[in-house]
């Protein structure tokens, strides 16, 4: 008897988060999110955490917008869906990329990660361990490592975090 290997069951499409920031429209990303796509049917949604602290302003109860996560968001969607082949679905989630995975995939149970994030030496999101927490979470990760586009962090705040 031969034993098949599948993430997800052959009747349905496999469900792909993409958690990216500052690279959401990158090149390497859209090509990892196209191979994806060619492996099997399945339905992408990016997730790009906030740059904004909501906790910061508990003295001022309206919901503030991230405009730079929303004009990533415009940017990377059309790119990214040219190459899933069907429409990518974007969302702004918290600040902390591991609070956003962890909430995004108890609330809408995905069955693998893609997480896009810039080189070691300036990813704040490497030097906390990022897809390690994520895999701890119980899923598949694919890392997707691209050129360091101009500025900084994946946080957006210009500053420059070593890999720990």
Do not use: H
Not at 67 to 96: Q, Y
């Amino acid at each position: 008897m031969r034993l098949l290997q599948q993430t997800v069951p052959a009747y349905r499409s496999a469900r792909v988060l993409i958690l990216a920031r500052r690279t959401a429209d990158s090149a390497e990303l859209i090509e990892a999110v196209a191979a994806r796509a060619d492996r099997g049917p399945c339905n992408f949604t990016l997730l790009v955490p906030s740059a904004l602290s909501f906790l910061a302003n508990v003295d001022y109860p309206r919901p503030q917008r991230d405009l730079d996560a929303e004009r990533r968001i415009a940017a990377a969607v059309p790119l990214l869906s040219r190459a899933a082949g069907s429409e990518v679905v974007a969302v702004v989630g918290p600040r902390d990329p591991v609070a956003a995975a962890r909430d995004a995939l108890k609330l809408m149970g995905f069955d693998e990660v893609i997480v896009s994030m810039l080189p070691a030496r300036v990813s704040r999101w490497r030097s906390v361990g990022l897809p390690d927490r994520i895999r701890a979470l119980g899923v598949p990760v694919t890392e997707v490592t691209v050129a360091e586009p101009a500025g900084a962090g994946e946080d957006g705040s210009g500053a420059r975090i070593p890999a720990a």
